[in-house]
């Protein structure tokens, strides 16, 4: 709270003296929630740090005297009750920008996060995922061009990748400028990482790796904010020598936003019969007979 305070203060006094033009430092305050972890506690030491536990689960013993511990409320991290984690073991085993991804991650700013090491481990393993997908591709889409034309130009899965990657720059737009929700942003920047997973464009076709070459690149700068290291060298792979933190944010374009297809569910009496996709310019008679043809 204090240094709030002190920020106001100083803002007030500069004003004072003619030297800026505002009087309050900020326009928007965001109140984060508190970093929270289970409490652990011996009979004979009373709380533990993590590294002071041995075992898993319901088998977790003291290394100091070989108690069983007592597992305790998860509450805020604090060092009198020894619920913390050092960042510098994290840092040497993932890395800053794992912990960072985690952090954003789990949890909306303005909510409590609750620390878990295999949500850690399950950051790892996507930017692992993420730096595969790049080296997997980079022969391919190096020297390309990124397609930037009509999504109507294009076809089938092709097609579909370029109109993700335009709903999902969208998507991480707004979640985070108007609400700073890193943790949905990034799940949709997980999607389009399945989502190109799930493509398989033609490595020498001039189109295909002209819209890989356009998701690649706004998959990393969509992360670039979040994982800047590991941006930077995935930039950097795709050939180019400035700073990815130097690059524009990449825009959308609004009529690739729209659907292609709708999906329809049927229900009776309140119980799910049926599902399936229509073209999204499809009339009533059309998606009535589909409906009247599932034997569903």
């Not at 109140?31 to 709380?47: A, D, I, L, N, R």
């Not at 511990?69 to 009198?80: A, F």
């Not at 904010?225 to 400035?242: C, K, Q, R």
């Not at 229900?267 to 599902?275: A, E, F, I, P």
Request: with cysteine; net charge negative; charged share 25%.
């Amino acid at each position: 709270i204090l240094h709030l305070l002190y920020s106001r203060y100083f803002t007030r006094v500069l004003n004072d003296f003619g030297l800026v033009k505002y009087k309050e430092p900020f326009t928007r305050l965001l109140t984060q929630g508190m970093v929270c972890k289970e409490t652990v506690s011996c009979p004979k030491h009373g709380f533990l740090l993590p590294e002071e536990v041995e075992g898993n689960g319901a088998d977790r013993h003291c290394k100091k005297c070989g108690e069983l511990i007592t597992p305790g409320r998860v509450e805020k991290m604090s060092k009198s009750k020894k619920n913390v984690i050092d960042p510098n073991i994290l840092l040497e085993k993932y890395g800053a920008d794992t912990t960072r991804l985690f952090c954003l991650f789990a949890a909306p700013p303005e909510r409590d996060l609750e620390w878990s090491e295999q949500g850690v481990e399950g950051g790892y393993r996507f930017l692992n995922r993420v730096w595969r997908l790049a080296w997997n591709w980079i022969d391919s889409i190096k020297d390309a061009t990124p397609f930037n034309g009509s999504p109507d130009l294009l076809e089938g899965r092709t097609r579909e990748l370029f109109k993700k990657t335009h709903a999902t720059i969208y998507k991480v737009t707004k979640d985070i400028e108007d609400r700073f929700h890193f943790n949905t942003a990034i799940s949709a920047i997980m999607e389009l990482v399945n989502t190109i997973y799930g493509i398989d464009p033609v490595k020498n076709d001039t189109q295909d790796t002209g819209v890989m070459r356009f998701a690649m690149e706004s998959v990393v700068l969509l992360l670039s904010p979040i994982v800047p290291h590991f941006a930077e060298e995935l930039w950097e792979t795709l050939g180019f020598e400035t700073s990815v933190l130097l690059s524009s944010w990449p825009s959308y374009m609004e009529g690739s936003l729209l659907k292609d297809e709708l999906l329809i569910v049927i229900q009776v009496n309140g119980k799910l019969r049926s599902r399936f996709h229509v073209d999204v310019d499809a009339d009533d008679n059309t998606i009535k007979e589909l409906a009247l043809s599932d034997e569903r």
